[in-house]
C-alpha cells in the first residue's frame, strides 16, 4: 500500500505515504553519514568510530577541540543551508507549478548577492553588516517579483518569466558593483560570491537555525493549502482555500529561508532547484514533498562540501562551485526533458 492512515483517540487520523516515509529516512540516514565523514576529512584525518566517540563526548582533547570547534560549525551550517534552499525550492516550484520556479533561477539568489555586495563595496561592512545585506536584498527582490508578476494573481508561468527578468537585472547589477569596487574589495565579493563553507563557525549556525525553528511550523500548516493550490487557483477557491493570503505566506516564507542560507554560505548555486526534483522522483508521489526535499538538500550539500575537498585533489574548491557544476547539468537535461514533454 502507498499510503497508511494512524488512528487516535477522538478519532484523529493521520495519513501518510510510505514510500515517501522510507525515502526521508533513508535521506536522514544519509546525512547523518555523510556528515561523520566529512567532520573526519581534513588535514588531520579523523576515523568515523573517533568522531562518533567525541561528539559522545568521549574524545581526547584534541580531537573535541578539532571536531567541535572546528569542523562541527561548519557541518551544521551545510545541513541548514542544505535544508532551507531544498524547502525554498520545493515552496516556489509548487507555488509556480513549474519545476523551473526555482530561486536559482527567479533571481532570489542573486537579489541577495546585490545585497551583500552593496554591503561590501559601498559601505565596507562586517561580515555580520554583509549577511544582513544578503537578507534584505533576497526579501527586496521577493516583494519585487511578486509585485512585478501580480495581475489578478500570480500565474505560475508569469512568476517564473518575471523571476527570469528580475535575475538579469540582479546580474547585470552585480556585475557593476563589481567594477565599482577597489581590489580588496573586488577580491572579497569574488570569495564570498562563490559559494563557501569555508570558515564558518557557530555565529551562523544560531540565527539560521532560529529562523528554521520559527518558518517550519507555519509551512506545515500551510502544507494541505498548499498541495489544493497546485491544482490551481479556481479549485483551490472552491475547496475553501484563501489562495492570496496562503501564496503570500509561503512566498515569503521562502524567500526568507533562500536569503537567510546565502547570507550564511553565500550563493550555493542549483541546490534549490535540483533537491525538490529529485526527492520527488524518489518518493513518486505528487505534491510538495516538503519533507523529503528538505532533507535531500542537507545531504546534496554535505556530499558536494566532501567532495569539494577530496575529489579535485590538493585544490579544494568551494562548494558553490561543485553544486553549480551538477546543478548545470541538471538543469539542461531538465530543460530538454520539460522540451520534449511540450511543457515548454
Excluded at 551550517?77 to 527567479?106: M, T
Excluded at 562586517?126 to 495581475?151: D, H, I, P, Q, R
Excluded at 532547484?273 to 522522483?281: D, E
Aim: glycine share 12%.
Amino acid at each position: 500500500m502507498r499510503t497508511r492512515a494512524l488512528r487516535g483517540r477522538g478519532g484523529v487520523s493521520v495519513r501518510f505515504d510510505v514510500r515517501a516515509a522510507v525515502v526521508v529516512v533513508a535521506l536522514v540516514l544519509a546525512a547523518i553519514a555523510a556528515s561523520v565523514v566529512l567532520i573526519g576529512t581534513g588535514d588531520f584525518d579523523i576515523p568515523a568510530a573517533d568522531v562518533i566517540r567525541t561528539l559522545l563526548g568521549n574524545g581526547d582533547p584534541g580531537q573535541e577541540f578539532i571536531i567541535n570547534d572546528l569542523r562541527l560549525p561548519r557541518v551544521v551550517v551545510a545541513l541548514l543551508v542544505g535544508a532551507s534552499l531544498g524547502l525554498g525550492g520545493a515552496l516556489f516550484q509548487s507555488i509556480a507549478r513549474n519545476p523551473l520556479g526555482s530561486p536559482d533561477v527567479l533571481g532570489i539568489g542573486q537579489g541577495s548577492t546585490a545585497g551583500a555586495l552593496l554591503m561590501i563595496v559601498i559601505f565596507q561592512g562586517s561580515a555580520n553588516e554583509v549577511a544582513g545585506g544578503a537578507l534584505v536584498g533576497g526579501l527586496v527582490t521577493g516583494v519585487a517579483m511578486y509585485l512585478l508578476a501580480w495581475k489578478q494573481g500570480v500565474h505560475g508561468y508569469r512568476l517564473v518569466l518575471v523571476g527570469i527578468g528580475v535575475n538579469a537585472f540582479a546580474v547585470a547589477m552585480n556585475g557593476y558593483l563589481l567594477t565599482k569596487a577597489d581590489l580588496v574589495d573586488a577580491a572579497r565579493a569574488v570569495v564570498w560570491m562563490t559559494g563557501s563553507l569555508n570558515g564558518r563557525d557557530w555565529e551562523q549556525v544560531w540565527p539560521l537555525l532560529a529562523l528554521c525553528a520559527v518558518l517550519l511550523p507555519l509551512i506545515v500548516a500551510h502544507a494541505r493549502p498548499l498541495r489544493m493550490l497546485e491544482m490551481g487557483d479556481d479549485t483551490a477557491y472552491a475547496l475553501g482555500v484563501p489562495v492570496e493570503r496562503t501564496r503570500v505566506v509561503l512566498m515569503t516564507a521562502a524567500v526568507l529561508l533562500t536569503a537567510a542560507a546565502t547570507a550564511a554560505a553565500g550563493p550555493v548555486s542549483f541546490v534549490a532547484l535540483t533537491a525538490p526534483q529529485l526527492a520527488r522522483r524518489l518518493t513518486r508521489s505528487p505534491g510538495p514533498n516538503l519533507l523529503p526535499a528538505m532533507c535531500m538538500g542537507a545531504t546534496l550539500l554535505v556530499v558536494a562540501d566532501w567532495a569539494s575537498q577530496r575529489v579535485f585533489g590538493a585544490d579544494q574548491l568551494p562548494v558553490g562551485v561543485v553544486t553549480g557544476v551538477l546543478g548545470g547539468v541538471y538543469l539542461l537535461w531538465l530543460l530538454v526533458t520539460e522540451r520534449k514533454a511540450g511543457r515548454i
